[in-house]
């Protein structure tokens, strides 16, 4: 080990900083070329992770776009079929959580409501759509006339995402799964908050006409 310590008396002069340097580097050379073979290593597998997986979250995407053109248009199966490819194919992938929105979709347009709420409960986990999922679970489960189911999923979205845009909606499907549940109380609450909460909008106006007592008939003369 070299000695560090000088004399300034005496006429021995200090070392450089770059002479060290080069002494460290010559009695640490073999540890010093590992060191840069595993940074250079690592950095080249980097690159290539990103580019590897910029290919395949585009080519999960294009996909994606195909199964929702196909599907929109009525080819329910072979939509299907290339949705579950993408599941299986590309499960780490940003488009993973829309391949199962848009499944559940395309139940729903069958009338298969509870798989559509399970393809939208499945959906949550992705927190881009994380929103809709909940909202359209609410409705599937609505449509398959779980109305207990419906209405927990409509709270949950409201707890969550109180100043979403869907919000409104939100508030008036609870409100008419509470009075499709046979809860005219309930019900009656939430049209009301509706209209305090959403004032001078049609929201606001569907919910007075739902709470608006009916006229009553005329008495027989």
Known sequence: ?????????????????????????????ETLIGALVIFCGAAIFS??????????????????????????????GEASKMLDAIE??????????????????LLYRQGQFKEAAAEYSAAK????????????????LEAAADMAGAQANYKDFLAKYPDHFMAPEAHYSLARAYE?????????TAYEKIALLYPDTSWSASAK????????APAAK
């Open 125 to 140: 986990a992705s927190e881009d759509i994380a929103p809709f999922a909940l909202y359209n679970c609410g409705k599937a």
């Open 180 to 188: 499709m549940a046979g809860s005219p109380v309930e019900a009656r």
């Open 88 to 105: 299986t194919s590309y499960r780490n992938t940003s488009a993973l959580g829309f391949a199962k929105l848009t499944k559940g979709d």
């Open 209 to 216: 006409a739902r709470i608006s007592p009916e006229p009553k």
């Open 47 to 76: 690159v290539w992770l990103f580019f590897h997986y910029s290919e395949r979250r585009d080519a999960a995407w294009s996909s994606l776009f195909k199964a929702q053109q196909i599907g929109y248009s009525g080819n329910y």
């Open 1 to 29: 080990m070299p000695d560090s310590t000088w004399i300034h008396s005496g006429g021995a002069e200090a070392p450089k900083k770059s002479d060290l340097a080069f002494t460290w580097i010559k009695e640490h050379r």
